[in-house]
């Protein structure tokens, strides 16, 4: 399994390149050249599985074994799930009103990050101890990013972590799970600004090519293709459990509501559509609503600024695995790709050409959720199964309402929960409900925290390069010691 640029400009890479790989050289994402075609026979066969043997399945597909052979692979992923609190990992929620919940944040940070970033690290680690080699890995986040990516790294011994965090754009929670991290291979800094503004000088060191090479730089952000990989997962999942009966031919179809910011998410489930799975994708947004746009008018263009929201890791602008979307649905067409992204990256506006929009509208309809919306859908929710839910799962559960309201499902429907409620008191609390908070979490204010500043007039791809380059020369001179 080869991997290209979606702008086909850079060399092909195995699995082992792209992994380490930030952005390609071209600026592009890595997409596989080919992608596998699953037949009913394949999917019948894969209805019974669990959730860890699924992703097993699929990354078996794209990580050949001469590279990680079988029994490495499957050992790899036990260990990736082995800290999750649910015996399943995922875990779907059969409610009223025909609503299904897929619970995707079990994992050590209750985020759904924790399931793609633990089985990436693991597949890092893998090669690091065969190469004996160290990294660092720079990581933007608008929310549970940064402390996933924090978690699934955190014994590694070759490996240092830089998160830029935007101050006053996470919650409390989301802030504390990553400054409390007082680990030698953590370095925190928090942001004068939004996740947009933050992902600028991420994007320039990057652009750096031998400085990348120089000091083995990559990306835990969904930029980097196994995220997205092991994201396709609860695709198949959801459309197991949820879908009536695999006997007949075709095979049924099955709705999956995806809430959604920089759209790695919604990228693996067009690449699992794209794979043979009979699912129709919704994807759902806050106001922030530029994919929402482009799905319906073809207006892939910035709005004036960032607007807040009960939402807030999906409070993004530049929802950068759109790239991936528009060259799946595109037949692969890198010059397509190019051209579009290179004009974004000009003018921030580009109206999607015809034959791309209609492609993309077909294979995803969308919504844009209002705060009032998501606080409804919390308290609604609550009221008829006293569940709680976050407001990031309340976005897709927004849209079951609105639907059910109008008439009943022909087709099963499943939405994605990627966080969960205990992460933002606060918005529970604002909708007018009570908060449910562990003990793990009521822990971190306690704890001791660590973080540097990054303000506006400071220049933060500076303190960023020096930020590295000091790491480099650190486990340059321990790794030398060592070894003398």
């Keep these: 399994m080869w991997y290209i640029s979606t702008r086909g400009l850079a060399p092909r890479v195995d699995f082992e390149g792209a992994l380490f790989s930030g952005y390609a050289p071209d600026g592009g994402l890595y997409v596989p050249e080919e992608l596998p075609q699953l037949d009913g026979e394949t999917l019948r066969q894969w209805r019974s599985l669990s959730y860890p043997s699924l992703v097993k399945e699929l990354c078996s597909l794209f990580i050949g074994p001469e590279l990680i052979p079988r029994d490495d692979l499957n050992g790899l992923i036990d260990r990736a799930f082995s800290r999750f609190r649910h015996k399943d990992v995922v875990h779907l929620c059969r409610l009223v009103q025909g609503l299904n919940v897929l619970e995707l944040w079990h994992g050590v940070t209750r985020a759904f990050k924790d399931l793609s970033l633990s089985c990436t690290a693991q597949f890092l680690q893998y090669f690091l101890e065969k190469r004996e080699k160290h990294i660092t890995v720079v990581v933007g986040t608008s929310g549970d990013t940064g402390s996933a990516a924090i978690e ?16 006053g754009h996470c919650s409390r929670i989301q802030e504390l799970q990553m400054t409390t991290v007082l680990r030698e291979n953590v370095h925190v800094f928090e942001v004068e600004g939004n996740s947009d ?19 083995n730089l990559m990306s835990l952000n969904s930029v980097n293709w196994s995220r997205v990989l092991v994201q396709m997962a609860h695709y198949f999942f959801a459309y ?16 999956v509501v995806v809430p959604t910011g920089a759209a790695g998410n919604l990228a693996a489930g067009c690449t699992a559509q794209k794979m043979g799975l009979p699912i129709r994708l919704v994807a759902v947004v806050n106001h922030n609503d530029i994919i929402h746009r482009a799905i319906w008018q073809g207006d892939f263009s910035l709005s004036e600024a960032v607007r807040p929201s009960l939402a807030n890791a999906m409070d993004i ?3 950068y695995n759109m790239e991936r979307i528009f060259w799946l649905l595109s037949g692969s067409n890198s010059q397509v790709t190019r051209a579009l992204m290179e004009q974004f990256e000009r003018t921030q506006s580009v109206q999607l050409p015809k034959e ?3 492609k993309l509208s077909e294979a995803v309809t969308s919504q844009s959720v209002s705060d009032e919306a998501i606080a409804r859908a919390m308290v609604r929710c609550w009221e008829e199964n006293r569940y709680l839910l976050c407001p990031h799962s309340a976005v897709a559960v927004s849209y079951h309402y609105q639907q059910m309201d109008r008439q009943q499902p022909s087709t099963p429907r499943c939405c994605l929960a990627p966080a969960s409620a205990a992460k933002f008191p606060e918005v529970v609390l604002a909708a007018g409900l009570t908060p449910e908070t562990p003990e793990d979490i009521l822990a971190l204010e306690h704890k001791e925290t660590r973080c540097t500043s990054m303000q506006r007039e400071d220049d933060w791809t500076l303190m960023l390069r020096d930020t590295v380059e000091h790491l480099s020369q650190r ?5 030398l010691s060592a070894s003398a």
């Design 197 to 215: 503004q933050l992902d600028v000088p991420i994007k320039a060191v990057f652009a750096d090519l031998p400085f990348v090479e120089k000091h």
């Design 240 to 255: 197991f459990r949820c879908a009536p009966s695999l006997d007949g031919c075709p095979l049924p179809t099955v709705e």
């Design 152 to 167: 699934s790294v955190l014994e590694a011994k070759n490996v240092d972590i830089i998160v830029l965090l935007p101050k």
């Design 317 to 319: 602008q530049v929802p």
């Design 475 to 479: 486990w340059r001179g321990g790794s």
């Design 356 to 358: 791309l929009h209609s």
